[in-house]
């Protein structure tokens, strides 16, 4: 093996065809010689360049619907030969086995086939074979052969190639053999992901794959190196979203903004929603007649927290709410769309990022959470757990009033995106009071209220935010002095998922203290 290797001959068979006929015709200019398959040798022969069919090579047609047309000794020694091992070149001569220096694939849409909601025998017909049998013979000899898997090395090989009398440099093969053996595991856990959902069993091997977008400033920390890797889904979300304007983002920016647009989706065709994120946890959330009305009540609740905050919103952003969201600094604002207007108010916010989504994510779409820990991973259904009113036992003397109901509703749905031991107050579809992340329940539900109070004295009020409002806590009440801290606050009304071994406790204090209060049978523990 030597550090520079001729590209004399590439085998090319692609389905994503961006940018092939121009890297094609390179090729052709630097003397190489063309072989293919199927469509992809169509569309080169249309572009006038001279092709070779691989089944010419092989002496075997493309068989069973083009499931079989690559997999040929003709083909996989040309690949896997040594070119400095004189056995090898010897088998190559006696059998008549070519040599191919660059191998340009991309495989079958298996996952795009998936995401289009396509049927069994569809999605299995998509699974490719050949394509991953070459790309690891060439990868593995990478010492002499070029992997080609992404259109966005074209460019790269051709430069290499223009710079080196048509050679390419051993760096440059390692790098893309790492590239190509990336792109097939990536491509088997799709494969093996989808296979698992069709099954219905957990699986007893579980892999996960990503593709870089964007290399990262660096991680929660600047000590911390980072990158951001996409999994391929079409989940509207920070991932597939336009960014209009601003820096890139960081770290802490894709994941605050990740939690706030989920958050934001759940109250999709519920009216205008505004979702205030600041790390990982709601400081405020609220629908309203507007989309300014609920950004100014969401602000409202917290309006300390929210400077340097993620705003989500569930619906096109205007020009009235851009103007008021200027008011404060925010990191991030990311919408469904934004207007014309919008835009052109924020362009005067040079670091706001904007972000659009041309949609809102499925809240009730099934999907894996994923946490590593040492030594592996914690894999779990995404909580999509929902709740309606007829899913509530009312457990105390008083029913809650329709109002109350609504608040209810609305405040088990923040609890469920807010970290344990998350305490939510509500108030007439506004968030008043948030207490996230503490190690006792009670605590979570003090600091909520302290915060509401807090609010209050700087607003001008006469009485705390939290006077009249009702109460969600994400898990049971282990004892009473969590609700009797809520009713101190004003609250009237609670939602818990009750199970507790004092809920007779509680609910005795509930009655006492004249509140309502109903359970849900489901609790929502985010850590």
Not at 49 to 67: A, H, I, N, Q
Not at 86 to 96: K, L, R, W
């Amino acid at each position: 093996m030597t550090d520079l290797t001729p590209v004399r001959r590439a085998l090319i068979s692609v389905s994503d065809k961006t940018g092939l006929v121009e890297f094609a015709t390179a090729l052709a200019g630097h003397g190489v010689e063309l072989l293919s398959t199927g469509g992809t040798a169509r569309a080169l022969r249309e572009a006038g360049l001279t092709v070779k069919d691989v089944s010419d090579v092989t002496g075997f047609p493309e068989m069973m619907d083009g499931r079989v047309k690559t997999l040929h000794p003709v083909v996989h020694g040309g690949l896997l030969a040594l070119r400095d091992n004189d056995a090898h070149v010897a088998a190559m001569e006696e059998h008549g086995i070519g040599a191919i220096d660059l191998v340009v694939v991309n495989l079958y849409p298996f996952e795009e086939t998936v995401a289009k909601g396509a049927e069994y025998a569809e999605v299995i017909e998509n699974i490719d074979i050949g394509g991953p049998a070459m790309i690891r013979s060439a990868a593995k000899n990478h010492g002499f052969v070029n992997i080609v898997v992404d259109v966005a090395d074209y460019d790269v090989v051709l430069a290499e190639m223009a710079g080196n009398d048509g050679q390419t440099t051993y760096a440059l093969r390692q790098r893309l053999a790492q590239t190509a053996y990336a792109r097939t595991a990536a491509y088997d856990t799709a494969v093996s992901t989808w296979m698992a959902a069709q099954v219905g069993d957990t699986p007893r091997r579980r892999t996960f794959g990503g593709e870089l977008a964007q290399t990262l400033r660096y991680g929660e920390n600047p000590h911390q190196a980072a990158a951001f890797y996409t999994d391929g889904s079409a989940r509207p979300g920070v991932a597939t979203a336009t960014q209009h304007q601003g820096k890139e983002l960081s770290y802490n920016n894709i994941n605050d903004t990740d939690a706030a647009f989920e958050l934001v989706s759940e109250f999709a065709g519920k009216g205008p929603a505004c979702a205030i994120i600041k790390h990982a946890n709601p400081c405020g959330v609220a629908t309203g007649a507007t989309l300014k009305e609920a950004y100014t009540r969401a602000f409202d609740c917290d309006r300390t927290s929210a400077f340097g905050g993620i705003i989500a919103l569930n619906t096109e952003l205007d020009g009235d709410t851009a103007r008021e969201i200027t008011g404060i600094f925010t990191e991030v604002v990311i919408a469904p769309a934004a207007s014309a207007e919008a835009r052109e108010v924020f362009a005067a916010k040079k670091n706001l990022r904007l972000l659009t989504t041309d949609g809102l994510a499925d809240a009730s779409a099934a999907a894996l959470a994923v946490k590593q820990v040492s030594g592996g991973f914690l894999v779990q259904d995404k909580d999509v757990g929902r709740i309606t009113a007829d899913d509530l036992k009312v457990v105390t003397k008083r029913q809650p009033s329709e109002q109350e109901l609504a608040d209810l509703l609305f405040a088990w749905t923040v609890a469920k995106h807010v970290k344990s031991n998350a305490i939510i107050y509500v108030k007439d579809g506004a968030t008043v009071g948030v207490g996230a992340g503490q190690m006792s329940r009670v605590d979570s539900t003090r600091i909520a209220a302290r915060k509401a109070q807090d609010m209050a004295e700087a607003m001008g009020l006469p009485a705390p935010l939290t006077q009249g409002s009702v109460v969600a806590s994400d898990a049971f009440f282990p004892f009473a002095d969590g609700l009797i801290t809520a009713a101190e606050a004003g609250a009237t009304a609670l939602i818990q998922p009750g199970g507790s071994m004092r809920d007779d406790e509680v609910i005795a204090a509930a009655d006492e203290a004249g509140l309502a209060m109903v359970f849900t049978g489901m609790r929502h523990f985010r850590h």
